[in-house]
């Protein structure tokens, strides 16, 4: 119980001394983006070249620079007490399936978990919202082709690598057992 408590608070800690803040126009994308939740580390790399290359192609005037700054450190604090509430929460639940509690207090706190997801992934979508009001039409016609981008990559990843299993019938699991004698 201690070392968990103890693994908890470190976790909190650290996120709170690494707190990320946008002192770039490409670490401001990266967070209106918010590359690091939606997509696995395999294809992290893959991403970051993309909002580099966005970057790049956007060709952001001073003056929207500095709006994308505020509206990445505006999320990145958002983003740091989502992810503080959500350990809390997920310790939490944690302790209910450990414990034994009432299958009504763990669907309870599920409820909560899942309700912190989304209220993260509304934050998140009017960001991106907020990120487009500040660009001309043509940068636009850039950031949508980004975004179909990142969508198709999103699609190609697996959430699961988990191997596909026959269900087999009762006939053909006694034939294998058979062969076992």
Not at 17 to 45: G, H, R, V, Y
Not at 62 to 79: R, S, Y
Request: proline share 3%; with cysteine.
């Amino acid at each position: 119980m201690k070392k968990a408590m103890l693994l908890f608070l470190s976790i909190i800690f650290l996120n709170s001394i690494f707190i990320p803040t946008a002192k770039a126009e490409e670490n401001a994308l990266k967070l209106i983006i918010s590359a690091d939740t939606q997509f696995s580390q395999t294809n992290l790399e893959l991403v970051q070249q993309k909002i580099n290359d966005l970057s790049k192609n956007i060709n952001l005037t001073p003056e929207q620079q500095q709006k994308t700054d505020v509206i990445g450190n505006h999320f990145a604090k958002k983003l740091h007490t989502y992810k503080v509430t959500f350990l809390e929460e997920k310790s939490k639940l944690i302790k209910l399936k450990k414990s034994g509690a009432p299958i009504n207090q763990i669907q309870s706190q599920i409820k909560t978990i899942q309700s912190l997801k989304l209220k993260f992934n509304l934050t998140r979508k009017k960001n991106l919202k907020n990120f487009e009001a500040i660009l001309t039409p043509e940068q636009q016609i850039c950031f949508s082709q980004f975004k179909i981008e990142l969508q198709q990559l999103k699609e190609k990843e697996k959430p699961f690598n988990r191997d596909e299993q026959k269900v087999q019938n009762w006939e053909e699991s006694l034939k294998r057992l058979d062969e076992f004698k």
